[in-house]
């Protein structure tokens, strides 16, 4: 059984009106839901062997701020292209995997990385698809098991929901 684990970045900062959307850093708000991640990481014993990272100033600031939770060995992977990508593009990134590689973490953006969840979510609690599907915030964290052999085989509902938890989650 593969996992597959998707990040939306936390949540950024919009005070330098001159940064561009790529350039954007973390806001304190941001900051602190990763020290929340970080726990909610540990507890779910998340251990991807491969991170993919979209090449943006938050994204890469979220993954420097959770890689604490993050065991070793794992190999990181900063994409551009990821920068903003669709759900279909970041599906085509995630079927180019290692077919070794039996967990792996994408780092995204919305729409994309809700599409994404979206889209491959075949089965799971009802009421956490229905929370995913109706908003996915800034630090949400979805975790995703497959059943194939092979990522290539990975297709549009060809995945069970394990947990979705957002940084709300670890204030309620």
């Not at 953006?109 to 009421?127: D, E, M, T, V, Y």
């Not at 996915?136 to 059943?147: I, M, N, Q, Y």
Request: glycine fraction near 6%.
């Amino acid at each position: 059984m593969k996992r597959l684990y998707l990040l939306r970045h936390a949540k950024s900062s919009w005070a330098d009106a001159e940064s561009s959307d790529f350039d954007r850093p973390l806001s304190a708000r941001g900051r602190e839901a990763c020290a929340a991640l970080r726990a909610e990481l540990r507890r779910l014993e998340m251990a991807p062997e491969r991170v993919l990272c979209s090449a943006a100033r938050r994204t890469r600031e979220t993954l420097e701020r959770i890689a604490p939770a993050l065991p070793a060995p794992h190999t990181t992977t900063i994409e551009r292209a990821l920068y903003l990508a669709g759900a279909e593009k970041m599906l085509e990134r995630v079927r180019r995997l290692e077919e070794d590689c039996a967990s792996a973490l994408v780092i995204g953006h919305n729409p994309g990385i809700q599409a994404l969840a979206g889209l491959l979510i075949g089965s799971g609690p009802r009421r956490e698809i229905e929370r995913l599907q109706a908003k996915f915030p800034t630090g949400a964290l979805v975790a995703l098991s497959f059943e194939g052999g092979s990522w290539r085989a990975l297709t549009p509902e060809s995945c069970a929901l394990v947990s979705f938890w957002c940084p709300r989650d670890a204030r309620d």
